[in-house]
């Protein structure tokens, strides 16, 4: 499935996906499994265990969603607020806005530090996932981007896997009006760990095309590009319309800019036909038509989409019947298993 696209890709962009493909030791027909804020679904996401986890479960790119702390630093962080996955509210007392979110942007690297991260919260305190690992007081500290890299550069040279990364630009329009340039920021880590050029081993994403835009045209990187795909009542980052992304004029735009689409999985998965068949959207053939990678979110064993008995059922709708290159998941091994099933 994945030479299907490789046939419209631009010359450039068919090297891209020719070292991508060869540095995690896949052939061009083999998809990929991307741990979503590492192996999510066992450990705390976006602790340095849940990555370590997801390395040693053999996801073939572990996922680095980014912010900006107060001193400019990246760290590995979902939200642009800190009170969902970390106790700050309990140790900062006092430090929200008044829309009552902790930004993690109004904190020094040093109080970032201070901070433990926790399985995610509800506003109301109860587990956002109930069977995952224990809330509790939290696990570990919130990383800096560069501190991840050297875990993975570590796993990488003392396991025979190599992970590649997978980042994901938090709130690119956000630390613009802060006064922060987060791609650049980004950038410079992956340059100062030898990672910038590895075309072949790092793939960045945004929801926001601004910032992709940015990445590509202003900074100039020739990494891989994923454009994600969210709904507009999402209030994702920005005023971007991504019904509009979908369309055929939408995806044009993309292949200008991305190497890939990155779309909710219910944009692919549509539910059950009343006679029990499955209704899938044309959207990764569409994408696929436009030269670009497909690479859905999450795929979830304890959040099943509607109409699906297992995860197996999950795998099998997205690889087999529509043909994605490649899932976020936060259950890695089970990604994995499934994907070496298919390859006997
Ligand atoms: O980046 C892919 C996926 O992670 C997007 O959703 O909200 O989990 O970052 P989110
Ligand atoms: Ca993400």
Redesign the pocket.
């Known amino acids: 499935m994945r030479s299907r696209s490789i046939a419209r890709f631009s010359p450039t962009g068919l090297l891209t996906l020719l070292l991508t493909s060869a540095i995690i030791g896949n052939t061009l027909a083999e998809p990929i499994a991307i741990a979503?804020r590492g192996a999510s679904g066992y450990l705390p996401e976006h602790t340095l265990p849940a990555k370590a986890l997801a390395h040693a479960q053999g996801a073939h790119f572990i996922?680095q969603?980014v912010v900006l702390s107060k001193d400019g630093v990246p760290v590995v962080l979902?939200d642009i607020h800190l009170e969902s996955t970390t106790n700050v509210a309990s140790m900062f007392p006092g430090r929200s806005r008044d829309d009552g979110h902790f930004y993690a942007i109004d904190f020094s690297l040093t109080e970032l530090k201070q901070l433990h991260a926790h399985e995610r919260r509800n506003a109301d305190g109860t587990a956002v996932f109930p069977n995952r690992f224990p809330l509790g007081p939290g696990l570990s500290q919130v990383p800096t981007l560069l501190e991840e890299i050297q875990l993975i550069d570590g796993l990488n040279r003392t396991r025979d896997h190599k992970a590649g990364l997978y980042i994901?630009l938090k709130g690119f329009a956000f630390h613009k009006a802060e006064g922060q340039d987060l791609a650049a920021t980004v950038l410079n880590v992956l340059d100062a760990t030898g990672w910038a050029d590895r075309s072949d081993a790092v793939y960045l994403?945004s929801f926001e095309p601004d910032a992709l835009r940015y990445l590509r045209s202003g900074l100039g990187t020739q990494l891989p590009l994923i454009q994600?795909i969210g709904e507009n009542d999402w209030a994702e980052d920005g005023e971007v319309d991504f019904t509009a992304m979908r369309s055929e004029e939408g995806l044009a735009a993309v292949a200008e800019y991305a190497q890939g689409i990155?779309p909710w999985v219910m944009q692919l998965y549509l539910g059950r036909e009343s006679t029990g068949g499955y209704r899938l959207s044309d959207l990764a053939r569409r994408a696929h038509e436009h030269g670009l990678l497909v690479h859905p979110?999450?795929l979830r064993a304890d959040q099943l989409p509607p109409g699906l008995k297992d995860f197996q059922e999950l795998h099998q709708v997205l690889f087999d019947r529509i043909g994605v290159d490649g899932v976020?998941t936060d259950f890695p091994d089970q990604t994995i298993a499934f994907l070496q099933r298919k390859r006997q």
């Open positions: 979503h996922e969603d979902h994901e994403q994600l990155g979110f999450t976020f």
